[in-house]
T-cell receptor, first 110, second 116 residues
Framework: KNEVEQSPQNLTAQEGEFITINCSYS?????LHWLQQHPGGGIVSLFM???GKKKHGRLIATINIQEKHSSLHITASHPRDSAVYIC????????????FGTGTRLKVLA | DAGITQSPRHKVTETGTPVTLRCHQT?????MYWYRQDPGHGLRLIHY???????DKGEVSDGYSVSRSKTEDFLLTLESATSSQTSVYFC???????????????FGDGTRLSIL
């Protein structure tokens, strides 16, 4: 079982829909990082959070440390949001380690 | 975003040839990382560096070597490329490392490497 699991793996939505991407992890962490990767593109940092909630524009990220779960929400989705969203955790066990999920591929249709 | 340049961006080569990928940063960050990205896997760490001439292995280091002779450059070398090394390679940098430093890693645009 992967230490960081994302769901769903693939998601297709209509423009304007509210989208939720989930990330669950099984290790102790000090922070969680949400990243975005457009097709054929580089990887861009969205949020790093260790508690509570962060918001930037139409993106909201939340984390529940006790439940070992984080969500990334996109409000009023747009075709330009189509990308792979990657969850990564900074593990506190052993040597410092960034552990990545396999990503959620989002496609937003106009 | 962070000043990270990977070169080349695309490369096609043949099995058995040596390949060197370059990562150049303008942020003066101490830590640099090489990852590979393959379908069905999260990003996997190949090697990382914690200073000039200081490097360590990651989880998938077999078949790869690295060098860092200057703060700004981190090279990844495939001494004798194999088809299993066909992948997208990402370089990342961070200011600090440590479980509670909570320093994000910043990524380059990737190098798409095909080995035929």
């Amino acid at each position: 079982k992967n230490e960081v699991e994302q769901s769903p793996q693939n998601l297709t939505a209509q423009e304007g829909e509210f989208i939720t991407i989930n990330c669950s992890y099984s290790v102790g962490i000090s922070a969680l990082h949400w990243l975005q990767q457009h097709p054929g593109g580089g990887i861009v940092s969205l949020f790093m959070l260790s508690s509570g909630k962060k918001k930037h524009g139409r993106l909201i990220a939340t984390i529940n440390i006790q439940e070992k779960h984080s969500s990334l929400h996109i409000t009023a989705s747009h075709p330009r949001d189509s990308a792979v969203y990657i969850c990564a955790v900074i593990s506190t066990s052993g040597t410092y380690k960034y552990i990545f999920g396999t990503g959620t591929r989002l496609k937003v249709l106009a | 975003d962070a000043g990270i340049t990977q070169s080349p961006r695309h490369k096609v080569t043949e099995t058995g040839t040596p390949v060197t990928l370059r990562c150049h940063q303008t942020e003066n960050h101490r830590y640099m990382y090489w990852y590979r990205q393959d379908p069905g896997h999260g990003l996997r760490l190949i090697h990382y560096s914690y200073g000039v001439k200081d490097t360590d292995k990651g989880e998938v280091s077999d078949g790869y070597s690295v060098s860092r002779s200057k703060t700004e450059d981190f090279l990844l070398t495939l001494e004798s490329a194999t088809s299993s090394q066909t992948s997208v390679y990402f370089c990342a940098i961070s200011e600090r490392q440590g479980a509670y430093s909570n320093q994000p890693q910043h990524f380059g645009d990737g190098t798409r490497l095909s080995i035929l």
